[in-house]
């Protein structure tokens, strides 16, 4: 396999180690096998990169993954996940089926500055709210 396919089945990796602060040392080929080579800023950004190999192919055999932990590396920022209002959704019931408890709807409105004003603010399908 030459180092552009192989790159490309695992560019997600590379990209998702990018997004998360990973330090990149090396992205080569070594082998028969590429080698993606860095630094993750803790324990959660390593088994996320993992994870994501993973996904690509669960055996990996054309990949060797060497990512260490540095934790002077900044950490990623949140994840930000984005919800889409539908018809008949209340602030209530998006914090009961995305934060687990309704009475939670004020950390979606605090969340939403732009958007939403206070638990009076109406919302309509096709709304995309910002779920902290």
Known sequence: MDFETVKAKYQSVIDLAKAKNVKLHNVHLEGEKLLIKGDAPNDDVKNAIWNEAKSVDPVHADLTLDINIDPSLPAPAPDVKHYTVVAGDSLWRIAQN???????????????????????????????????
Do not use: F, M, Q, S
Not at 109 to 129: M, Q, R
């Open 98 to 132: 995305n934060l687990g408890n309704g009475a939670r709807y004020p950390e979606i409105i605090a969340a939403n500055p732009g958007k939403l004003k206070d638990e009076n603010t109406v919302i309509h399908p096709g709304d995309v709210l910002i779920i902290p």
